[in-house]
């Protein structure tokens, strides 16, 4: 049989462009138009395209349009009429499966799976003379494969395990393997990739023995948790506990404790045998300046040209997408999805309100509305990821584009007391608000902006320049969160408690003092911050069963006021001064735009109909049966 050339090597080249410092000298060799399949197992750099081509399944990482932090209490995306509110509003559905389908879904990851089973098969056999290469090749293989399954079970539950490569005319029928089948199946891919990439050379982007170890600790933590734990489940979801078929989404029996000790034991294993992450080893907190700075430099993982920044924080990812501008790619979208519009960028998926108030003080005390003090000035003295995290009215940002009139180059979300040219009082909405001067038709509806993953430069244009931050699949302080809530889970309080106070000591924050039921608040408050917009928080508000309080809240906006204080004024342009202006911040709920609704199933994702009806043994996840 053979195959298009191009569909083998050109596009799986081209679609992995990112990995970076990936050998492709070959590509200057001028193919032919096809070649026999077989052929690409005789040739290393053939068959390194091929393999360079399962990683194209991971698209921009979350770099996309719509984010996945817009299915969370993290964030909501702007726009409206892109079919993300099946999710959210809890319409969800085997016929109407929205945009995270298309983004995470089913075939695109079994058509990864397939190409990974091919390279597994082809390479036990393959007869180019490069042992190590050939090593390296096929432990990146089963850990791609791994990955798309973890993919798949954090989103399904249990689903059909497929390890040959099927022909044509073949009966496709399969049934769902049971969850611990699928478990297990993950782990011991992670295990193989781990030995057959023991000792190779680390190529930015590409699977290494560190990224298979943390993967397999993910899945032990996923498959620990409340969600999977069947008795559990059952006691806290009605539509979970009249399903007939539990075994597809958990442990119907077994040790919990033991599966929590071998989640720990392989988080363990990776803070052993990694790098130590970036400023991990901290006994005391850094300044707010600095903890501000690491937290950024993390984020962009070394990727910016702003000398502020510690390129050496690029340590702390395991996984992750690289973007190449050289190739002509990038994720130059970042700013332009997300940023003001003010700026001319599109406000794609903008923080919440109550996102915003879960940063706590800079003393380690909660921040509330209720709280005279924190409402009049709602923006000061927070934990410092904040400001990292967040654009908020106020806040100083890049230059201004040249038709804006903005010296001070700070965020406008509210609305001010100005004097026009004739001196007559007017009231102006900022720059940065739906009703703005520079475009009124994308601005965020929640008062905030999203700074994560945006490069600080100001000499980069979020608009138009090109932004090669990469994406962290999979970072460091992921596994120590990992091992901290495995450790909690044991009743190991002090463990636990020492490496939480390490990741908030590198971000600026006290230390905490508290055990038991508190310890364990604090610590997914913590990883919530944290790790926010990084794809965890929709996963863990399932895993943990909070979906019903997090997920399924109404969303809350900041209204934002200036008025002048009494003897003051102020005229064009614009700029922030609590001097002049008595400001006023309101909370509000609002539901037009989204009205959050959680329900049960959506604890699990729908298989389509159309994969129903191609597969008779398929069975269906709870609640969608209807």
């Not at 462009?17 to 070959?26: R, V």
Request: charged residues 25%; glycine residues 8%.
């Amino acid at each position: 049989m053979k195959f298009n050339y191009k569909s083998i090597i050109v596009i799986a080249l081209l679609s992995a462009a990112g990995l970076s410092s990936c050998d492709t000298e070959f590509l200057d060799v001028t193919p032919p138009t096809e070649i026999p399949s077989e052929e690409v197992w005789k040739d290393g750099a053939l068959a390194e395209g091929f393999v360079t081509g399962i990683y194209s399944g991971l698209q921009q990482g979350g770099f996309s349009e719509q984010m996945l932090a817009s299915l969370t209490d993290e964030a909501v995306f702007t726009h409206t009429g892109r079919n993300i509110n099946t999710v959210n509003e809890g319409s969800l559905s085997p016929s109407n499966l929205g945009w995270v389908d298309a983004t995470y879904g089913w075939g695109s990851m079994y058509t990864y799976i397939r190409a990974s089973n091919l390279a597994i098969a082809n390479l036990a056999t393959a007869t180019f003379a490069d042992e190590s290469l050939k090593a390296r090749l096929k432990g990146e293989a089963y850990f791609m494969r791994a990955y798309y399954y973890q993919q798949l079970v954090r989103y399904y539950g249990a689903v059909p395990i497929i390890k040959k490569v099927y022909a044509l005319n073949e009966d496709y029928s399969v049934p769902r393997n049971n969850f611990d089948e699928c478990v297990q199946f993950i782990v011991s891919d992670c295990d193989s990739a781990a030995l057959l990439l023991e000792g190779k050379t680390l190529v930015k982007g590409r699977a290494t023995k560190l990224a298979a170890l943390s993967l397999k600790a993910r899945v032990l933590l996923y498959a620990a948790s409340d969600l999977h734990d069947i008795p559990t489940a059952k006691a806290k979801s009605t539509v979970l506990a009249a399903y007939p078929n539990p075994e597809f989404l958990g442990y119907v029996s077994g040790d919990r404790k033991a599966r929590w000790t071998a989640a720990q034991a392989a988080a363990k294993a990776v803070l052993d045998g990694g790098n130590g992450g970036y400023k991990l080893n901290l006994t005391a907190p850094v300044t707010p300046a600095e903890g501000r700075t690491n937290y950024i430099s993390i984020a962009m993982a070394g990727a910016s040209a702003d000398k502020t920044l510690d390129p050496s924080a690029a340590s702390e990812i395991i996984f992750g997408r690289y973007f190449t501008a050289s190739l002509g790619e990038g994720a130059r979208q970042t700013g332009l999805n997300n940023g003001p519009n003010g700026y001319h960028n599109w406000a794609g998926n903008t923080p919440i309100g109550t996102l915003v108030d879960d940063y706590e003080l800079m003393d380690g005390t909660s921040f509330s509305w209720t709280n005279p003090a924190h409402k009049a000035a709602p923006y000061k003295n927070r934990d410092p990821r904040f400001y990292a995290t967040v654009m908020f009215d106020g806040a100083d940002w890049k230059p201004r584009p040249s038709d804006a009139k903005d010296p001070a180059n700070q965020i406008q979300t509210g609305a001010y007391d100005l004097l026009d040219d004739k001196g007559a009082l007017i009231n102006r909405k900022g720059l940065d608000t739906r009703s703005s001067s520079i475009e009124d038709w994308n601005g965020s509806r929640t008062g905030y902006y999203m700074r994560k993953f945006i490069d600080p430069n100001p000499a980069l244009y979020d608009n138009t320049d090109r932004q090669n931050i990469p994406w962290p699949f999979i970072r460091v302080t992921e596994n120590v969160f990992n091992y901290i809530e495995a450790s909690i889970e044991l009743g190991q309080d002090a463990e636990a408690l020492a490496w939480l106070n390490k990741i908030r000591f590198r971000a600026g924050m006290p230390a905490l003092k508290v055990s038991g039921a508190a310890l364990k608040e604090a610590y997914r408050h913590e990883r919530r911050i944290e790790m926010a917009y990084e794809e965890q928080r929709y996963h863990d508000a399932r895993r943990w069963m909070i979906a019903k309080e997090t997920l399924g809240r109404p969303l809350q906006y900041i209204n934002v006021l200036g008025k002048f204080k009494a003897g003051k004024s102020m005229k064009e342009p614009y700029h922030y001064d609590t001097t002049v202006y008595d400001y006023t911040y309101t909370p509000v709920e609002e539901k037009s735009h989204e009205n959050r609704t959680w329900v049960d199933k959506m604890y699990f994702r729908p298989f389509s109909r159309d994969e129903i009806n191609r597969n008779s043994k398929l069975v269906q996840n709870p609640g969608y049966d209807k």
